[in-house]
């Protein structure tokens, strides 16, 4: 079994953003040295790391000497080319590891890790030409989505298409090889995370309900509300994912709720979630934490959930509520924060663009559909005045 890496520990996070910056701030919390590796200087994460190394995740030997400063390295987004995973893996323990990183980074080769292992997802064919397109259209059907293969995420790099002039036209604007999937006409969109340790212990946070805002996460329920046998079978797939990955540290599964009741896969997030921010307040260990304890060969916490709680995404379209302003105008905080049981969290980014995610907000409430309500009551109260 491998030895602990106890606090007083340094801990190398690979990506600046909002992520590692809440997992840099669980690590001081539990009395580690977060060290953070970014292109950008005064990251996010960095802004709270004992240390920020900036360099690019291609420049190999930064990479190494920045593992060899440290006792672990984790990451903050998926994005991360594989290549730097195995560079940092020679020089200390690497999680998730760089097959993790392979398969979760490329929706293509996702979908089909997921569909070798019997894990359900919409029908989908790869596809790179005019020809490839007419296959697909006619094995899979309209309406459909063309997604890129790589590099994804809040919508970007896909379209959806209802008829084959609309596919064609995407396939020509998209490029490369692209994913032709199956429209998924769902009632819910929801997500499992669930954390892994060195020894293959599993927890799992309940299913929660995800909003999207022009395909960006608007509000997170937690929990979803779902009948006990449909929670149960959410926290089942995302256990299959974990086991049969090996990951060790947090992932995320997104799942669509179909109208017929089934659950289907859509995305892996090997890394804390958006959708797992309300767990700072509202549950005994947060998604952090759990990271931060699987990295370091500790024993999981505790996942139970304290209380219902929602998520709010505070995007930078809050620094613009006139069209006709030049600079962006700062929120209103105090008229947020006078609102009992909000929790705050900006990210210390410096330009608040429109759609950019600045912070989030938390609130807890006796009902996950109340704590909503408020969470965007509260989120409209910062356009006042």
Same mark, same amino acid.
């Given at each position: ?57 291609? @420049? ?52 089909? &890790? ?70 998924? @006409?769902? $009632? ?69 709720? $179909? ?57 930078? @379209?809050? &620094? &613009?509520? @006139? ?9 209103? &905080? ?52």
């Amino acid at each position: 079994m491998t030895r602990p890496i106890l606090p007083g520990s340094s801990i190398g996070i690979l990506g600046g953003g909002q992520l590692g910056r809440m997992l840099a701030l669980a690590a001081r919390t539990m009395g580690y040295s977060p060290h953070v590796l970014c292109p950008e200087g005064r990251s996010p994460a960095g802004q709270v790391a004992d240390r920020e190394v900036v360099a690019a995740y291609d @420049d190999l030997d930064a990479v190494r000497r920045f593992a060899a400063d440290v006792a672990a390295v984790t990451f903050e987004f998926e994005n991360v080319p594989a290549a730097a995973a195995l560079a940092a893996a020679a020089c200390c323990p690497v999680h998730p590891s760089a097959e993790v990183l392979e398969v979760c980074q490329h929706r293509l080769r996702e979908k089909r &890790w997921l569909a070798a292992r019997g894990l359900p997802t919409a029908d989908f064919r790869s596809v790179r030409t005019p020809e490839e397109l007419r296959a697909a259209i006619d094995a899979v059907g309209l309406p459909a989505v063309l997604k890129t293969s790589g590099f994804g995420y809040d919508g970007k790099g896909q379209r959806r298409v209802t008829t084959r002039g609309e596919a064609k036209a995407a396939l020509a604007d998209l490029g490369g090889e692209l994913i032709f999937e199956r429209f998924v @006409d769902f $009632t819910a969109e929801l997500s499992v995370v669930a954390a892994r340790s060195t020894a293959g212990d599993l927890v799992t946070y309940g299913p929660v309900e995800n909003r999207h805002q022009h395909h960006i996460l608007d509000l997170t329920l937690a929990p979803a509300g779902l009948p006990p046998s449909l929670s149960a079978r959410a926290q089942e797939l995302a256990r299959a994912v974990l086991e049969a990955l090996d990951v060790v540290g947090v992932l995320c599964v997104e799942l669509f709720l $179909t109208r017929q009741g089934d659950l289907l896969v859509n995305e892996l997030a090997p890394r804390p979630h958006n959708s797992g921010h309300y767990t700072i307040e509202a549950c005994e260990a947060s998604q952090f934490e759990q990271q931060l304890r699987a990295v370091c060969g500790l024993p999981l916490g505790d996942a139970t959930q304290r209380a219902p709680a929602a998520m709010a995404n505070l995007l930078g @379209d809050l &620094w &613009w509520p @006139d069209p006709a302003l030049t600079t962006p105008r700062e929120p209103r &905080w105090p008229r947020l924060l006078g609102r009992p049981g909000v929790h705050l969290h900006l990210y210390g980014k410096r330009d608040p663009r429109p759609g950019r995610k600045m912070g989030h907000l938390t609130v807890l409430a006796a009902d996950a559909e109340t704590a909503g309500l408020a969470a965007v009551a509260a989120r409209t109260a910062l356009l006042e005045g």
